[in-house]
């Protein structure tokens, strides 16, 4: 993956998000003030060993592939060399490029995919991140805190002229499970490691001039409270007002890389029957002690 950095802005609450592009590719770092659970929990530890979920296809790249791959504290993405990501029998992905998850035992929650996408959560094992050199940049073992994981989306990027101008009806195709990114003001040392549940809504316009715009809802709650979090361009982040990449633009180009407000980062995606794929990373704060949890989500738009 070539890249070229490019400082895009410096979001508020200690998040910095660089953006990179080149050759056709987008990539970056996104590092937050998040601090994994290590220490004692009396929440039952998850079973998070054993690999979870299933594709209804292979998914197909083309010229475009792309991944999104969010690390606990950070993100990647950028256009994907199929040849070096090759997916898994059950579906899953365990190795981008300079990214791998490896080890004795590993597992991946929350498989899920068809022909024009491939999400998961890495759950067990240890992900590790390369230099250029091939030799070891950084790693972690991901059972040994209680709310580290890593998840990625893989998808084809979306093309002008990939579908046709107008209104899509946008389904969700696939989320992974929520977890827990921030304890906010730490009042509570047994907040539940994982979402319980998550659900979410999208739409889509492509408007004639080539542009678009789109809307994503997305409610999680962990057994106690219980938030939407809704992005659209130009809109602030739910809880940062200050935070994000806002223009006051209420389009965009979909062949964009980065549209984000600090608390979505959306790609559009294409699918190979001219489906519109919106592929978010979010994180939802929800109540106002300052919890949060994140997670991803793709859906379909035709």
């Given amino acids: 993956m070539t890249l070229v950095n490019k400082t895009l802005v410096s979001i508020a609450m200690g998040l910095a998000l660089t953006a990179c592009g080149g050759s056709g590719s987008d990539g970056g770092t996104w590092s937050a003030p998040q601090t994994p659970n290590t220490g004692s929990n009396s929440q039952e530890q998850t079973d998070r060993s054993n690999s979870s979920g299933t594709v209804t296809a292979a998914f197909v790249p083309t010229a475009t592939a792309s991944m999104m791959l969010i690390p606990f504290n950070g993100f990647t993405l950028g256009k994907m060399d199929a ?5 898994n029998n059950d579906g899953s992905y365990t190795k981008f490029e300079n990214y791998e998850l490896t080890g004795d035992k590993i597992a991946v929650k929350d498989i899920a995919g068809n022909q024009n996408f491939a999400l998961g959560r890495w759950s067990y094992g240890t992900a590790k991140q390369y230099k250029s050199d091939g030799t070891l940049s950084s790693q972690d073992v991901l059972q040994k805190s209680q709310n580290l994981y890593w998840t990625y989306a893989v998808y084809n990027a979306y093309t002008q002229g990939a579908t046709s101008v107008g209104k899509k009806t946008c389904e969700v195709s696939a989320f992974t499970k929520p977890y827990l990114t921030n304890w906010g003001d730490g009042s509570s040392s047994t907040l539940p490691n994982l979402a319980t549940s998550t659900a979410g809504t999208a739409e889509f316009e492509l408007l004639a ?7 994503i809802s997305i409610t999680t709650t962990n057994g106690r409270s219980t938030n939407t979090a809704t992005y659209s361009p130009g809109q ?10 806002i223009t006051g633009a209420t389009t965009i180009d979909p062949t964009s890389s980065i549209n984000s407000n600090g608390q979505f980062l959306v790609q559009v995606g294409q699918g190979l029957n001219k489906e519109v794929l919106l592929i978010a990373s979010y994180t939802n704060q929800l109540s106002a002690k300052g919890e949060r949890y994140s997670g991803q989500a793709v859906f379909t738009c035709k």
Avoid: E
């Fill in 83 to 87: 040849n070096r990501a090759v997916q």
């Fill in 209 to 215: 001039d080539g542009k678009a715009t789109f809307k």
């Fill in 236 to 245: 602030k982040a739910d809880f940062a007002t200050n935070s994000g990449i």
